[in-house]
């Protein structure tokens, strides 16, 4: 079995910041593509940001120069720092992994979600 939990989010005014982590856990193999995605109420999802397991990343337009991914290979952790935070980045956010377990591939796995709400 293959978890992904998440953490951090919460309530911040525009213009702070906040950090969320997402650790995998359980029979894993490797890890390959890990990121975050997002959604708005009445929005569609939203691709945020991914990071290859070599680091190579990939940002929305919308939060390019705000954003960083970031992973910690040895413990199974993606992270994504939010700066400079706009009424408009408010969603739940979603971290999502390509995983290899024993018994085949998790491709888009999702985490629970967690709610970012960014005040005017």
């Known amino acids: 079995q293959v978890q992904l939990v998440q953490s951090g989010g919460g309530l911040v005014q525009a213009g702070g910041s906040l950090r969320l982590s997402c650790a995998a856990s359980g029979s894993i193999l490797s890890i390959n593509a890990m990121g975050w995605d997002r959604q708005a109420p009445g929005k569609r999802r939203e691709v945020v940001a991914q990071i290859t397991s070599g680091g190579r990343t990939n940002y929305a337009d919308s939060v390019k120069g705000r954003f960083t991914i970031s992973r910690d290979n040895a413990n199974n952790t993606v992270y994504l720092k939010m700066n400079s935070l706009k009424p408009e980045d408010t969603a739940v956010y979603y971290c999502?992994?390509?995983?290899?377990?024993?018994?085949?591939?998790?491709?888009?796995?999702w985490g629970q979600g967690t709610q970012v709400t960014v005040s005017s």
């Open positions: 999502l992994s390509d995983i290899t377990t024993p018994w085949g591939s998790l491709t888009n796995f």
